[in-house]
């Protein structure tokens, strides 16, 4: 079946007093990879399974290619999901594994042989169809337990932490072979990490969510450069959150003063839109990335100590009203300074936002 679009529509699921999703709302287009991201208990799982019919909703709909699937069973809703454990049977063979949804479905046995070979072949699998999922690497586990989905050719793919249980090369590369076969096949997936690297590098788009609620939704690019508060721009690359002084500029500019550290930024959108509730004298608090701390002679900050990491070089440093914080100065370095001697400090706007105290 061609890829379909997703509407969640008001989503809730409470268990008793708690709420695990709440009132949550998106729109994915057909044929694009969004990503559901959030720490531990956020509630992106949850509305996955909602998705998969493996947790009924308190209220709200889900509608797949304008077909409301909210009530339907598990079985009638044209989703594949690739789990966390990828839940693969350990006495099949990896072809019967692929095999399992089309016998469920009675595929006829000639076009159930087809259909697997061809979903492994897409996997990269198609000569160890005979072998045991115990006989396969974890990332040929992986691509059995995505063939087992992509095999009933799905309106939807979900993925739960298709990578967490491999180990950091593998992720890299499993990553990088998801979301190319995702656009090769031209599918609409619903993708769930907690692993912020992994949510940049395939997805079209990131849902941030925090105690069941979107924070912000938007392309990798604004998800890390126009964080909409101070926790997305915490969880998204680690950044720290300087108190701000903010006075307008011509030309849609504010000045950001930030204890001794000083830099001009596009004005925030609130206040380019003349919010009332916004404004120049408003609490402020400057985002700013380890690597928007560049580091120059000087002798403005104190450098506590020094660590190469091969690709980069971590600085932490104590600055004058700011206190202690962490530059990082990827290879080549150009100037690293030595710890116990002092530093000057510079802003790189491309790495700073403003955002609300």
Request: aromatic share 4%.
């Amino acid at each position: 079946m061609p890829a379909q679009d997703l509407t969640l529509d008001n989503l809730t699921l409470r268990f008793g007093t708690f709420t695990a999703v709440d009132g949550f709302s998106l729109q994915v287009p057909a044929g694009r990879m969004v990503t559901l991201l959030g720490p531990s208990g956020c509630g992106k799982t949850t509305t996955l399974r909602m998705l998969a019919g493996l947790e009924r909703p308190t209220s709200g709909r889900i509608v797949v290619g304008g077909r409301d699937i909210t009530a339907a069973p598990t079985h009638e809703r044209d989703i594949g999901m690739v789990f966390q454990s990828y839940a693969l049977f350990p006495h099949l063979s990896v072809a019967d594994n692929v095999a399992f949804g089309l016998v469920a479905e009675q595929v006829p046995a000639p076009e159930r042989a087809s259909r697997v070979q061809e979903a492994l072949g897409l996997v990269g699998l198609g000569e160890l169809g005979s072998r045991r999922p115990a006989e396969l690497s974890g990332g040929q586990q992986q691509r059995v337990a995505l063939a087992r989905a992509l095999v009933l050719k799905p309106a939807l793919l979900l993925l739960d932490e298709p990578l967490s249980n491999l180990d950091a090369a593998l992720r890299h590369r499993m990553r990088a072979e998801i979301r190319a076969l995702q656009q090769r096949l031209g599918l609409t997936a619903l993708y769930v990490t907690h692993d912020q690297e992994e949510a940049l590098a395939v997805s079209d788009e990131i849902v941030l969510m925090r105690a069941g609620r979107i924070e912000q939704r938007g392309s990798p690019q604004q998800i890390v450069r126009e964080p909409a508060n101070a926790f997305v721009a915490g969880f998204i690359g680690q950044s720290m959150l300087l108190p701000a002084q903010v006075a307008a500029l011509p030309g849609g500019e504010v000045a950001v003063s930030c204890g001794p550290l000083h830099l001009a930024l596009p004005a925030p959108a609130a206040l380019v839109s003349g919010d009332a509730s916004e404004s120049a004298d408003a609490a402020w608090q400057l985002a700013v990335r380890p690597w928007a701390l560049r580091l120059e002679l000087g002798d403005l900050a104190e450098v506590l100590a020094v660590r190469y990491l091969g690709h980069q070089h971590e600085v932490d440093l104590r600055l004058p009203d700011l206190g202690d914080c962490t530059a990082v100065v990827p290879e080549p370095a150009g100037f690293v300074p030595a710890a116990g001697a002092r530093c000057g400090v510079a802003l790189h706007p491309r790495g700073c936002a403003l955002v609300r105290a």
